[in-house]
């Protein structure tokens, strides 16, 4: 593995380029169609970091199918039934996306991401221990550190731009902004989701501490999973045997990445520190054995 490996930023110059994220490049392909290129550039704090992790894209992607092919009697997702080969008829130019590469249907994405909570971590400690809950809502005292919650909880927030945060918002701010409905909807396939796919992952020896998804509306209004689904990116991935309450879990995901980072004198914001290749090669070697884990490859 060598940074050369890396994919920082894909070239399509056949496709218009629609839009390139902190971590994917969007390109149009038709009036129904898009693709999305998972690269291997890893954020952090909502910052772009300078080095890209070899073969992390491949791996958030592979992730991604096999949870969209276990949910998809729950939702229909955003997938398309159309080969890489049409969009992208080059074949060194498939060749370098790898298995990066993802044709999906166009959908009207909803201005939220749906995020969920089975364990006290991360922000959610933080506003526990300020505030006795999480994102408003009240939870038993006396919880510790990493502590798996009596269920799980909904916590929507908003999308942010890149370089911005995103805001978490209540519950009924999402039904200011879908409608009682669909926010209902949102809410309950969410937390059905995070539920029946974190008890798969703990039997395969991972914790799915916390999550987001995003969802989108098809041409009939029909609620459709898009973006990414439970991989290492968009989700906390602790290792089982190490878990234990009362301090922050070793993760799978880029957790590690923010450890080191918290160490140096950052500001969080653009341009992001240079990471040492043993950070790098650590963090891919996670992420790869979080996909081994879960799906049986990698």
Not at 18 to 27: A, F, H, S, W
Not at 175 to 180: A, M, N
Request: glycine share 6%.
């Amino acid at each position: 593995m060598s940074q050369a490996d890396a994919l920082f930023e894909s070239d399509l110059p056949h496709l218009k380029l629609l839009n390139r994220g902190k971590v994917r490049d969007i390109y149009n392909v038709d009036d129904q169609h898009m693709l999305i290129v998972t690269s291997d550039r890893l954020s952090a704090f909502d910052v772009v970091l300078p080095q890209p992790i070899p073969g992390k894209g491949e791996v958030l992607t592979r992730v991604a199918n096999f949870w969209f092919e276990r949910t998809q009697g729950i939702i229909p997702n955003h997938l398309s039934d159309k080969p890489l080969s049409d969009v992208v008829p080059d074949a060194k130019q498939r060749a370098i996306l790898g298995d990066r590469a993802l044709v999906v249907r166009k959908l009207r994405p909803l201005p939220i991401e749906a995020i969920v909570r089975g364990y006290l971590i991360g922000s959610g400690w933080k506003d526990y221990q300020n505030s006795g809950g999480v994102c408003g809502i009240q939870l038993p005292q006396g919880l510790e550190q990493a502590a798996k919650l009596p269920q799980a909880i909904y916590t929507p927030s908003t999308k942010a731009d890149i370089g911005d945060h995103d805001e978490n918002i209540s519950f009924e701010e999402t039904v200011k902004l879908l409608g009682q409905e669909l926010a209902e909807q949102v809410r309950d396939v969410s937390l059905k989701i995070y539920t029946e796919c974190a008890a798969y992952a703990l039997e395969k020896g991972i914790i799915i501490a916390d999550t987001k998804f995003e969802f989108g509306l098809d041409s009939n209004d029909n609620l459709v999973l898009i973006d990414e689904i439970l991989t290492p990116d968009s989700s906390r991935f602790w290792p089982a045997d190490q878990y234990q309450v009362g301090i922050s879990p070793p993760s799978y995901d880029k957790q590690f990445v923010r450890d080191y980072l918290e160490t140096l004198d950052w500001d969080k914001t653009p341009p992001g520190p240079d990471l040492p290749w043993a950070i790098v090669t650590k963090t891919a070697e996670k992420y790869l054995e979080a996909e081994t884990r879960l799906t049986g490859n990698g």
